[in-house]
């Protein structure tokens, strides 16, 4: 715990990682230039070798949908900071591309009315200084929510329920996410 003049600075305990500001952060990203589309021609990233508790990696459907037509996927329960399979192609310039985990972040009521829910993409590509990413832990396998990469796809995107973010990892999410998109 930190006192500053604008209040008190919590940080959790051990190593910490000093984040960048929003403008550094910008700022390394670019320089970084960080593009995924080099990644559709690898095979893969991990993040499909990690050993998930729960579900596989398959069952992504790329059926289109009807207008009005409510699928057996868009009544599914899909539920707030739950972590599913997602195929996020085709994908365009430096956006995330492939089947890779994902957390659900729009709000429950929306995904239970919506046929598209919003996400946050997984990555095993780490960037700890960077303000727009969010560090997990899971199954022996670092890996980082990447608000920078948040993006509203079609239910039938979505695959197996895979896992879910803790109570303070949501909260974290969740700060983050207003610090980018909102006020």
């Known amino acids: 715990m930190e006192e500053r003049s604008e209040g008190i600075f ?3 305990a051990g190593p910490a990682v000093e984040k960048l500001s929003w403008e550094g952060t910008a700022g390394e990203m670019a320089t970084c230039r960080e593009d995924w589309s080099d ?3 690898a ?3 991990g993040m499909e070798m990690i050993s998930w508790d729960r579900g596989k990696a398959g069952g ?38 492939k089947k890779r985990p994902a957390v659900i972040v729009s709000l429950d009521v929306l995904n239970e009315k919506l046929e598209t829910v919003t996400v946050c993409p997984l990555t095993s590509r780490l960037h700890p200084s960077w303000r727009c990413r969010l560090p997990i832990g899971r199954r022996r396998q670092e890996m980082e929510v990447a608000a920078d990469q ?6 039938f995107r979505l695959g197996a329920r895979i896992d879910a973010l803790t109570e303070d990892e949501a909260a974290a999410l969740r700060r983050i996410i207003t610090e980018m998109y909102g006020e």
């Open 60 to 97: 992504i459907a790329e059926k289109k949908a009807r207008y009005r037509r409510r699928s057996k996927l868009s009544q599914e329960t899909i539920q707030r900071y739950e972590i599913r399979w997602v195929s996020l192609d085709p994908a365009r310039g430096a956006e995330m591309a």
């Open 39 to 41: 990644w559709d021609a």
């Open 150 to 155: 948040i993006r509203t796809v079609s239910k």
């Open 10 to 12: 919590l940080r959790p």
């Open 43 to 45: 095979d893969a990233d």
